[in-house]
């Protein structure tokens, strides 16, 4: 794609002024805009990943509260860090931003490198969330791009490449290199943020509302909802598993840590196994999985209910049993812990709902 092409008829300047005039004026109240401070434009840029912003204020509040700048948050203990972001998802944002935070606080004395270099070489940060970092807290004209990004200039420039792929990436970045206002860099970055968040939505834009209409080529041509090209990502792969919450004489919960690496690592859940489809039904298979891989004689007792948990790549379907344990136990993998002690460890999304309805049906048959 040719740059100067694309850009010849452009109004820049003018493009330029009617978004920051615009995102001056209508921008949302959002608690990381309260200041420029660098450690919180990166905390709330690494916990919006993924994540809606209404789901994120609270969990940002929470979060600066419990670690407000560099030091308190590299000084934190890890399972401390998990448990604020619980619930979140994508566990591996909490531990590598700690990770770099951690860097920073002992190589750059606790100070936000404000240089791509630096700043895009620390755990976690990739050129997303160096530009946002550098252009909102330092004015730094360096480009953000995200799917709203690319979402809003595919439409303004007509632009028909695929979002879906990598390398596009690429192409909008080269162009915001030439757009982006030099002298406030951070409401131009946001502006394009914002205006895809709430005015130039994937579906249905509000091409009547939008302070930037008179520059938007798809606007003019009629091709607004068709714009991005995006290719399906491919169907998500569906895991059934049998999820046991089994209490001991003392009324404590058995748990066990998932491992080091790969999903949801390190936190807690309650003992779960693959269901494989055989001549066992899902009570036979957990009460087996229960004595042959980890040495503990459980009865396994009431179905409580199905929980469907949905990730990016794949769907947990999990069948969940209530029951208890037979006799004492020495175990590697598992532990008892009471109510106490639960409320202390971070816990993924799918096993705080199976906890939840636990409860209820708990509630329910002593009520």
């Given at each position: 794609m040719?740059?100067?092409?694309?850009?010849q008829t452009f109004s820049t300047v003018d493009f330029q002024n009617d978004l920051i005039e615009w995102?001056?004026?209508?921008?949302?109240?959002?608690?990381?805009?309260?200041?420029q401070?660098?450690?919180?434009?990166?905390?709330?840029?690494?916990?919006?990943q993924q994540t809606k912003v209404d789901t994120v204020i609270p969990y940002f509040n929470s979060f600066i509260e419990q670690f407000p700048n560099i030091e308190s948050l590299a000084n934190a203990e890890e399972e401390r860090v998990l448990k604020a972001w619980e619930g979140l998802g994508y566990y591996s944002r909490a531990r590598n931003l700690q990770a770099a935070v951690r860097e920073v606080?002992?190589?750059?004395?606790?100070?936000?490198?404000?240089?791509?270099?630096?700043?895009?070489?620390?755990?976690?940060?990739?050129?997303?969330?160096?530009?946002?970092i550098l252009s909102i807290a330092y004015g730094i004209p360096e480009p953000a791009v995200d799917g709203n990004v690319m979402r809003v200039l595919s439409r303004i420039l007509l632009i028909r490449e695929d979002i879906a792929k990598p390398k596009t990436r690429k192409i909008f970045e080269e162009v915001i290199r030439e757009i982006i206002s030099?002298?406030?860099?951070?409401?131009?970055?946001?502006?394009?943020?914002?205006?895809?968040?709430?005015v130039c939505t994937p579906t249905s834009p509000s091409c009547l509302l939008c302070p930037v209409r008179e520059h938007c080529r798809a606007f003019h041509e009629g091709e607004q909802n068709?714009?991005?090209?995006?290719?399906?990502?491919?169907?998500?792969?569906?895991?059934?598993?049998?999820a046991g919450v089994f209490f001991d004489s003392k009324g404590n919960v058995l748990v066990q840590q998932r491992p080091e690496s790969g999903l949801l690592a390190k936190l807690w859940e309650f003992p779960t196994v693959e269901r494989v489809v055989e001549l066992e039904t899902p009570k036979q298979q957990l009460q087996r999985f229960m004595l042959e891989?980890?040495?503990?004689?459980?009865?396994?007792?009431?179905?409580?209910?199905?929980?469907?948990?949905?990730?990016?790549?794949?769907?947990?379907?999990?069948?969940?049993?209530?029951?208890?344990?037979?006799?004492?136990?020495?175990?590697?993998?598992?532990?008892?812990?009471?109510?106490?002690?639960?409320?202390?460890l971070p816990f993924?999304?799918?096993?705080?709902?199976?906890?939840?309805?636990?409860q209820k049906n708990k509630s329910e048959k002593s009520g």
């Open positions: 040719n740059l100067n092409s694309l850009l995102f001056s004026k209508e921008q949302r109240d959002l608690p990381w805009r309260k200041d401070d660098p450690y919180k434009v990166w905390v709330s840029e690494i916990m919006l606080h002992e190589v750059y004395r606790g100070v936000v490198p404000n240089n791509v270099k630096d700043i895009s070489s620390l755990k976690g940060v990739g050129p997303y969330t160096t530009g946002a030099k002298e406030n860099p951070s409401f131009f970055n946001q502006g394009l943020m914002e205006l895809g968040a709430i068709e714009l991005p090209v995006k290719t399906k990502k491919k169907s998500t792969k569906q895991v059934n598993l049998i891989e980890n040495g503990i004689n459980v009865e396994v007792e009431d179905y409580i209910c199905d929980i469907q948990h949905v990730f990016s790549h794949l769907v947990w379907n999990i069948n969940v049993y209530v029951g208890k344990v037979n006799g004492s136990f020495e175990s590697s993998t598992l532990k008892a812990v009471s109510r106490e002690e639960q409320e202390l993924p999304v799918s096993h705080q709902n199976i906890w939840k309805e636990v």
